[in-house]
């Protein structure tokens, strides 16, 4: 098990923080993710024909800029900080506090919703771009549209009997590994939206900080 999870540990967490997040907001506001954007688009689309959720239509297109503000945030740091190391190190120090200030913000009712999940937009902006700009993190977590592809590609294959070359069936794996744990994000932020409200975004917050703490160790002891 060891060897199936080492270079996606990493990945793994990201893809559950992801799923956390929006399964969080997505109950929480009644219809907004903060890490899909292409759920967005589809959500504006039913606003603009008259479809219930649409009233959420003007959070919803806050998220594109917020998202891109997100994601810059991150390239900024990539060009100020050297080694790349330790730029993905402090942008998954700033997503954990974003994060967290959320829960904050919703504990001590200091704020909107809405506010606390367009904190959340910001973060998993910031997220999604340093694992395209750091190759070292893992494969990409939030191409969830690609990983379930794959884990149908893995699932074919197997039930037609072909036999997958060393390479192609760590594809398949990796696709199957972050689909689940894409899945166990969504169903912990039910879950915690149930139970704790906005303030289960410690959580997430917590694991980043840890995913923080093992990639900072880890590049010291190879670079």
Known sequence: MQNILRGKGNSLTLAFVSGFADALFFIHLGGLFVGLVTGNVILIGL??????KGWLRGLQIMTFPLFMLGAALAAILVVWLRPLQKAT???MLIAAFAFATA???AIFNLGPTSACA???VVAMGMLTAIERLDSGLGPPFSLMTG?????AVAAARRLIGYKERPEEWGQ???????VVGF?????????????????????P???????????????????
């Not at 990983?147 to 884990?151: F, Q, R």
């Not at 899945?183 to 959580?203: E, K, P, S, Y």
């Not at 917050?205 to 670079?223: D, E, H, Q």
């Open 103 to 105: 829960a904050f913000l």
């Open 89 to 91: 190190v402090w942008t």
């Open 205 to 223: 917050a917590g694991m980043l900080l840890v995913v923080a703490l093992f990639y900072s160790s880890n590049s010291r002891k190879t670079g």
């Open 183 to 203: 899945v166990l994000g969504c169903a912990g932020g039910a879950f915690a939206q149930a139970t704790v409200g906005v303030a289960g975004m410690l959580i």
């Open 47 to 52: 606003g603009l024909a008259g479809h219930e």
């Open 172 to 178: 398949s794996l990796t696709s199957i590994l972050l």
């Open 118 to 120: 367009l904190l959340a």
């Open 147 to 151: 990983n379930v592809a794959g884990l």
